[in-house]
């Protein structure tokens, strides 16, 4: 289908760089979404009629998160934890979405004043996620007389919201590497056939696809990455949401998803850079290493290039 779709559109794809997009790429710039904080990027840098503005914004983020903490530990029915509606059609998509963003918002680094709630509500989610997207426990939590009293701790320790909080982000990506990604190769093939300006080529697609990897075994052990792939995850799958919802025979719908779903897709070396110099630049009195570095500098422009690339094709669609 994907294929298909692409060949329909190959003309969009003949997107030559000239010195036009050179300086479109030397002036490149991605938004990112941050894990520590939700305040707007360059903030302290707005001008002082904005400062209320962004100050009402920051304050009603902290409302809604603190809200949502007490909503959660006020509650023990483990559907209205996690944020989603008891259905048979409830699926593991679904799920994680959810997981995603209640972990973010009831995240303990989130609540430097207030972190033991944070915690408990954090633990919470966990449970809740591990019960209800595992079939048995899902089915015997169902079973369960309503007028029981239900202990959500007595059903699973507590002291696993952490290793749950990975074993999910690395989960999503994992199915990500093993699924979609074949769709951005195709995505990918295309455009280097009908832009041999970028001189993408097959080897610069199986480097983009092997940094991507890489990633993977970064954020094994890397807290800061798990962060910075949790935002960034969170965007993937309402792109593969969106995808679900459209007709099959939407085209240029799912063209328009898959160029989105590229565009995240290259863009989380970029991510992974940004959140690791910051935490070098709050923690790194310590530490010897000066830049952080995941992509090589060809493979940096290679990747801008073909973001610049997609971002007119989407514009186009």
């Known amino acids: 289908m994907f294929s298909y779709a692409i060949s329909t559109a190959t003309n969009l794809f003949y997107l030559p760089v000239d010195e036009e997009e050179d300086r479109d790429i030397e002036g490149y710039q991605r938004k990112y979404l941050t894990w520590t904080s939700d305040q707007p990027s360059g903030s302290s840098h707005i001008n002082s009629s904005s400062e209320g503005s962004y100050a009402k914004r920051w304050s009603r983020a902290e409302q809604e998160r603190s809200q949502t903490v007490n909503d959660i530990l006020q509650n023990d029915d483990l559907y209205e934890v996690l944020g989603v509606d008891k259905s048979k059609t409830l699926d593991k998509l679904t799920l994680r979405k959810a997981y995603l963003v209640r972990s973010k918002a009831c995240h303990p680094d989130k609540f430097p004043l207030n972190k033991p709630d944070a915690t408990l509500a954090f633990q919470k989610i966990a449970v809740a996620y591990d019960i209800l997207s595992k079939p048995q426990t899902r089915r015997m939590y169902d079973r369960r007389s309503s007028y029981a009293n239900y202990d959500v701790f007595a059903a699973r320790p507590t002291g696993h919201a952490e290793e749950t909080f990975q074993s999910v982000v690395i989960g999503i990506f994992n199915d990500f590497l ?25 080897d610069g697609i199986n480097s983009v696809l092997t940094v991507l990897h890489t990633i993977r075994e970064r954020a094994l052990t890397c807290r800061t990455c798990i962060f910075a792939l949790h935002s960034e995850l969170s965007r993937l799958l309402e792109v593969q949401q969106a995808m679900r919802q459209l007709s099959y025979l939407n085209i240029i719908g799912r063209l328009r998803l898959t160029i989105q779903l590229t565009r995240i897709t290259l863009c989380l070396p970029f991510a992974l850079e940004k959140a690791l110099e910051e935490q070098h630049t709050i923690y790194g009195s310590g530490s010897n290493e000066k830049t952080v570095t995941i992509l090589p500098k060809h493979m940096n422009v290679l990747i801008r290039s073909i973001d610049v690339a997609l971002s007119k094709v989407e514009h186009t669609l």
Request: hydrophobic fraction near 40%; aromatic fraction near 4%; avoid cysteine.
């Open 178 to 202: 093993d699924g979609d990604l074949e769709v951005i190769k195709t995505l990918l093939k295309a455009i280097s056939d009908f832009n041999p300006s970028l001189t993408l080529g097959e």
